[in-house]
């Protein structure tokens, strides 16, 4: 599983150049909140800031999910974002 998250998912998937890493972070980020993903939606909200996706701009996309994937869903990613930023300053 390594392997092909490392060749196929990352290696591949994510260097196709339709969409942008920063396009790609936001799609990852809804989709991992949406589905109450968390141990993979605080690597995938590190590399969306990595990715020149600012604290806010996530922040509102989060918010605007929370009508579509249910409240608790988003609040669980907001303190996760929340996490992130206030130890990295970001």
Known sequence: M????D???FGD??????????DRSLVTVSALAALYRGEQLTFHLRLALDNELSRDELAE???HLAFYAGWPN?????????????????
């Open 61 to 63: 996309a989060l918010t």
């Open 2 to 5: 390594v392997q092909l998250t």
């Open 13 to 22: 998937v994510w260097e196709r150049p339709v969409l942008s890493p920063r």
């Open 7 to 9: 060749q196929v998912l």
């Open 74 to 90: 988003a609040m669980d990613a907001l303190g996760r974002l929340k996490d992130i930023t206030s130890t990295t300053g970001a």
